[in-house]
């Protein structure tokens, strides 16, 4: 039985710890089948049961990335805030944590990594070259990968709503620059990189060390 825990996703058989499920994509990297919080590997890039949670930049798995989880206004002025609220921030640097931190997801080591034992964050770089190796530069090429991506949406960490699931696909990365983080965006028409404040929640996906 797979169980969700707080860092990882642990099968235990005879006391020992088994991997999550992985697929190998064409750059050769071994990923988790399916994004963080999901309880399947996508049907289709709009199966709700394949989404998953939304995470803002650099925060572990402490109940803020449930979608119905509870807000507030107030920053964190430490890397673990101490509570499962979604951090509202409606002016610049739209980061949830006052001040920011960069180091927060670099790497399996990284003080708030939230994915399972041997797996971290995928860089920029590292997205892009999956996005590359699509069929199609779109949605429907991220959903034929290996990865079979479903369009999550993201929340908005301005007012904390939902905002377009089901219709666009929003992956971060572990990369930052200046006071945003780039991530991978998708649509039924295109695919590409860019940025996005730290605030926002956005979908995880792993990628093994």
């Not at 409606?90 to 980061?95: A, E, H, K, T």
């Not at 069929?135 to 999550?152: E, H, I, R, V």
């Amino acid at each position: 039985m797979l169980t969700y825990g707080l860092f990882s996703v642990y099968s235990k058989r005879n006391n020992r710890i088994c991997p999550p499920p992985s697929v190998t994509s064409p750059t050769g990297r071994i990923w988790m089948d399916k994004n963080l919080g999901a309880t399947q590997v996508a049907t289709s890039s709009t199966d709700a049961a394949s989404y998953g949670d939304l995470y803002q930049w650099g925060r572990g798995t402490d109940g803020h990335q449930i979608r119905t989880s509870g807000t507030t206004t107030v920053l964190s002025t430490t890397d673990q805030p101490g509570h499962g609220d979604f951090i509202l921030v409606s002016n610049s640097p739209f980061d949830w944590r006052s001040p920011g931190n960069d180091n927060l997801w670099q790497g399996v080591n990284g003080v708030n990594n939230p994915c399972p034992s041997g797996y971290r964050i995928p860089t920029e770089a590292e997205w892009d070259q999956e996005r590359l190796s699509w069929s199609s530069n779109n949605a429907a090429g991220a959903f034929t990968s290996p990865l079979k991506l479903p369009m999550a949406g993201l929340r908005s960490g301005i007012h904390g709503s939902l905002i377009s699931v089901g219709t666009i696909g929003r992956y971060w990365s572990s990369t930052v620059s200046g006071i945003n983080a780039h991530l991978l965006t998708f649509l039924t028409s295109n695919a590409l990189m860019g940025l996005n404040g730290r605030v926002d929640g956005i979908a995880v996906r792993c990628l093994k060390d």
